[in-house]
């Protein structure tokens, strides 16, 4: 069974950090990119962040660049997502999937498009 579980959300004031991880199992990890996503209650879902399979590209949407950092340890099956300077805007639920191409399936997709694999999501909250 395949399972992504993100963690590390929270409340924060405007300005602080997170870091958010997104734990891999039943699938071979470095054959996928893994993208994060995010949605706030009434609006369009986004694709934040997004890095390779090899962890050699990585992708930012244009609101979370140079503020935002995507990582992965391949050893662990694990993405991590550092939010800094996080912003009231922010708040959202955040979600990670693996998918095949970073920028066909994560920054340049549908909103609606559905997703094999798929984390339940972590909620961040940003305080103003």
């Known amino acids: 069974e395949v399972q992504l579980v993100e963690s590390g959300g929270g409340l924060v004031q405007a300005g602080g950090s997170l870091r958010l991880s997104c734990a891999v199992s039943?699938?071979?990890?470095?054959?996928?990119?893994i993208g994060w996503f995010r949605q706030a209650p009434g609006k369009e879902r986004e694709g934040v962040s997004c890095?390779?399979?090899?962890?050699?590209?990585?992708y930012y949407a244009d609101s979370v660049k140079g503020r935002f950092t995507i990582s992965r340890d391949n050893a662990k099956n694990t993405v991590f997502l550092q939010m800094n300077r996080l912003k009231p805007e922010d708040t959202a639920r955040y979600h990670c999937?693996?998918?095949?191409?970073?920028?066909?399936?994560?920054?340049?997709?549908?909103?609606?498009?559905?997703?094999?694999?798929w984390g339940r999501g972590t909620q961040v909250t940003v305080s103003s």
């Open positions: 999937a693996a998918v095949g191409d970073c920028f066909k399936h994560v920054m340049s997709t549908q909103p609606s498009t559905k997703y094999d694999y």
């Open positions: 039943g699938l071979t990890f470095d054959d996928y990119a």
């Open positions: 890095i390779s399979d090899s962890g050699s590209y990585t």
